[in-house]
C-alpha cells in the first residue's frame, strides 16, 4: 500500500510559508510577483493540517531580500514565515496587519487622485485594527471587500 505522501527536497536560501488558508497560495504567488522572479517555488495545496483541517504550503528558493512579506500580513496575518539560511531555519516570523500598504488594492473612489493620475501609487494605510480596516491615504475610501485576484 503507498500512502500519500510528497516529499519536497530541501531549500538552501528563501522561504518557507506555513499555514495558509487552504486555496489561497496562488493569489499570494501573484502578489508577491514570484511569476516575475528567477525563484524556484514549490505549491502544496491542500496539505492536511491538525490545526486547521487544510492548507497550503509554499517553499521560495531566492536570496532573502528579493521580497516584501508586508503584503502576506495583509492577505493573511495567520501565515507562519520560516526563514531559511544554508538550509536551516534561521528565523520564525509571525505576521501582523501591516500600518502601511502600496500598489497592493486600488482606490475605488472614481474622485481619488489615484484614478486620474497614472502613475501614482496606490496607498492605503491601517486605520482600525481591531475591525482590520484600511483608507486610501489620499481620499479616505475606505477598502471594502476581500483581496481581489490580481
Do not use: W
Request: net charge neutral.
Amino acid at each position: 500500500m503507498v500512502k500519500n505522501t510528497l516529499n519536497v527536497g530541501r531549500i538552501e536560501e528563501g522561504f518557507v510559508l506555513d499555514h495558509i488558508q487552504a486555496g489561497r497560495s496562488m493569489d499570494i504567488y501573484k502578489y508577491l510577483n514570484l511569476d516575475k522572479l528567477d525563484c524556484c517555488v514549490a505549491i502544496i495545496k491542500n496539505a492536511k493540517s491538525s490545526k486547521m483541517g487544510k492548507k497550503d504550503i509554499m517553499k521560495i528558493e531566492c536570496p532573502i531580500d528579493f521580497m516584501d512579506l508586508d503584503v502576506l500580513g495583509f492577505i493573511d496575518h495567520n501565515i507562519t514565515i520560516n526563514i531559511i539560511k544554508n538550509s536551516e531555519i534561521v528565523e520564525k516570523k509571525d505576521l501582523h496587519l501591516p500600518a502601511e500598504i502600496r500598489n497592493v488594492i486600488h482606490c475605488r473612489n472614481p474622485r481619488c487622485i489615484t484614478s486620474i493620475e497614472q502613475g501614482l501609487e496606490h496607498i492605503f494605510t491601517l486605520t482600525d485594527e481591531e475591525n482590520q480596516i484600511y483608507r486610501c491615504k489620499y481620499c479616505e475610501e475606505k477598502y471594502t471587500g476581500h483581496l481581489a485576484r490580481k
